[in-house]
């Protein structure tokens, strides 16, 4: 064999004068610097043959439109009506054409497909995951979030199903978050975790058509044993709050008391006026039973025995006065004759 080939396809030659292979046959061990061609070559159809089956297909389709326009106002044949809230996405042979807004819209059906997609805000539950805590406790927390589609063409073309989607990927952002943090930081900044929660979703799905407008976690349960060990927690923690309340107010008390001790000292009378008060509150109640503090009592004996003092002799004084009154009407009878 020379360099040079004597077929029609010499410019196709290699540099050692070895022809291509040709189409549709299978070739054995490749020679050195020569690229392996595919084992089976298929011929692809022609552009015409594509352009008569679309053109078929679609005269099919307008037919069945011709033929079911009577019963258009029934609502039957190629017809769909859109509700508000929702849009449809519109194919033909399977590329996407344009989004039809809420209305009535009478398609091919040979070669045209709708898919209708909601606009409304949608909410999807996030089931019961069991969870562990940076501090390694087991926790069941379950969440919802609420989203909704802004770009139907994206929702419906850039991923499969996007409620399993979003239902997975706010699953194993809960369980990343949660781990990230204490018992005690998930119970007290729980607002904070659903920012997060929320952002980190909004970024995971700006490509997908979608916007997420929260995600809140919606039930923490912990174990029972769990719950009874945070229970007497808060419990000593509020018995000794209530302790250390107390004693406050008996130090306030009794520097109060205290004052008022020094007062009613330089001022006797002052004890007795207070006492009168206490005797008028407790006879406002009606109650039967007087309780008399010693001091009181004392008082009250010595000035009964002062009255007791002045009331004997006052009598003797009496009695001798009319003593005299007697003897002097016996010495006046003496004298009568």
């Given at each position: ?5 004597s077929?029609?396809?010499?410019e ?10 040709r ?8 020679m ?11 011929e ?28 258009l ?5 190629p ?7 929702y ?7 399977g590329?996407?054409?344009?989004t ?9 059906c040979?070669?045209?497909?709708l ?5 409304k805000?949608?909410?999807i ?8 805590t ?10 919802v ?14 991923v ?8 997975t990927l ?9 781990a990230?943090?204490?018992?005690q930081?998930?119970f ?21 058509g ?18 009874r060990?945070?229970?007497?927690i808060?419990e000593?923690?509020?018995?000794a709050d ?30 007795q006026?207070?006492?009168f008060?206490?005797l ?9 039973t ?15 025995r002062a ?12 009695a001798g006065?009319s003593?005299?009154?007697?003897g ?8 009568a004759p």
């Amino acid at each position: 064999f020379g360099s040079s080939c004597s077929t029609p396809a010499a410019e196709a030659c290699d540099s050692q004068g070895t022809p291509p292979p040709r189409r549709g046959t299978v070739t054995g061990m490749a020679m050195p610097n020569q690229a392996v061609p595919p084992e089976v070559n298929e011929e692809p159809p022609t552009l015409l043959s594509i352009k008569v089956f679309r053109v078929v297909m679609e005269g099919w389709g307008e037919l069945v439109k011709f033929v079911c326009c009577p019963c258009l106002c029934v609502q039957a044949g190629p017809i769909a009506i859109i509700d508000q809230g929702y849009v449809a996405v519109l194919t033909r042979f399977g590329v996407y054409e344009r989004t039809l807004q809420p209305g009535m819209y009478v398609y091919n059906c040979m070669s045209q497909q709708l898919q209708k997609v909601s606009m409304k805000m949608q909410t999807i539950e996030v089931p019961r995951q069991a969870a562990m805590t940076r501090d390694n406790l087991s926790v069941q927390v379950d969440a919802v979030t609420f989203v909704t589609v802004v770009d139907a063409p994206r929702a419906t073309f850039k991923v499969e199903n996007y409620h399993y989607a979003v239902k997975t990927l706010a699953a194993s952002t809960l369980l990343r978050v949660m781990a990230e943090h204490s018992l005690q930081e998930i119970f007290t900044e729980r607002g904070q975790l659903n920012d997060r929660l929320t952002q980190t979703m909004k970024e995971k799905t700006a490509g997908w058509g979608l916007e997420v407008a929260g995600v809140e976690i919606r039930d923490i349960t912990i174990p029972d044993a769990m719950q009874r060990t945070m229970a007497q927690i808060a419990e000593a923690n509020r018995e000794a709050d209530a302790k250390v309340i107390v004693a406050e107010g008996q130090r306030k008390a009794a520097s109060i008391l205290a004052e008022a001790a020094r007062i009613m000292g330089q001022r006797p009378m002052s004890l007795q006026l207070q006492w009168f008060e206490t005797l008028r509150q407790i006879a406002a109640e009606k109650n039967s039973t007087v309780i008399v503090p010693d001091s009181v009592i004392g008082a009250l004996s010595d000035l009964s025995r002062a009255s007791a003092r002045f009331g004997s002799a006052g009598a003797g004084a009496g009695a001798g006065a009319s003593a005299g009154a007697s003897g002097s009407d016996t010495d006046y009878d003496k004298c009568a004759p």
